[in-house]
């Protein structure tokens, strides 16, 4: 799979989360497989994946970025730009307090990620 994500794209963005905090969490969130503490850190083995992309986008002259793990890719909104202010693991969709724009919290991270990357990637923003 990450050959496949590495050809198919010039440039791949991931957070630059901290796997062994997550399989840490004794109390993850309710979540389905492949999402939350127990789906990044043990069934995905997230770190073992970034570090086969940044080996492979290096050797296919491809860009990787990473995003901080401070970044606040789940409580920012991606319409507005609004950051709440605590957005507890367990919710799993929200509301924007200044748009009513309506989150689902993993997609939403996703659309922050992509662009944060793109800002990286266009004018060497840091996030």
Same mark, same amino acid.
């Given at each position: 799979? =990450?050959?496949?994500?590495?050809?198919?794209?010039?440039?791949?963005?991931?957070?630059?989360?901290?796997?062994?905090?997550?399989?840490?969490?004794?109390?993850?969130? =309710?979540?389905?497989?492949? +999402?939350?503490?127990?789906?990044?850190?043990?069934? #995905? %083995? $997230?770190?073992?994946?970034? /570090?086969?992309?940044?080996?492979?986008?290096? $050797?296919?002259? +491809?860009?990787?970025?990473?995003?901080? /793990?401070?970044? =606040?890719?789940?409580? /920012?909104?991606? %319409?507005?730009?609004?950051?709440?202010?605590?957005? =507890?693991? %367990?919710?799993?969709? $929200?509301?924007?307090?200044?748009?009513?724009?309506?989150?689902? +919290?993993?997609? %939403?991270?996703?659309?922050?990620?992509? #662009?944060?990357?793109?800002?990286?990637?266009?004018?060497?923003? /840091?996030?």
């Amino acid at each position: 799979m =990450p050959t496949q994500l590495i050809r198919e794209n010039q440039t791949i963005v991931v957070e630059d989360l901290a796997v062994k905090n997550m399989v840490k969490n004794h109390n993850p969130p =309710p979540s389905p497989p492949g +999402r939350g503490a127990r789906g990044v850190g043990s069934d #995905a %083995n $997230w770190g073992e994946l970034v /570090r086969q992309l940044e080996y492979k986008a290096e $050797w296919y002259g +491809r860009q990787l970025i990473k995003i901080d /793990r401070y970044f =606040p890719s789940s409580k /920012r909104c991606s %319409n507005c730009g609004h950051v709440v202010e605590k957005l =507890p693991l %367990n919710i799993r969709e $929200w509301d924007c307090p200044e748009c009513a724009a309506h989150h689902d +919290r993993d997609i %939403n991270a996703s659309i922050n990620i992509l #662009a944060a990357g793109g800002a990286v990637s266009v004018c060497g923003a /840091r996030f």
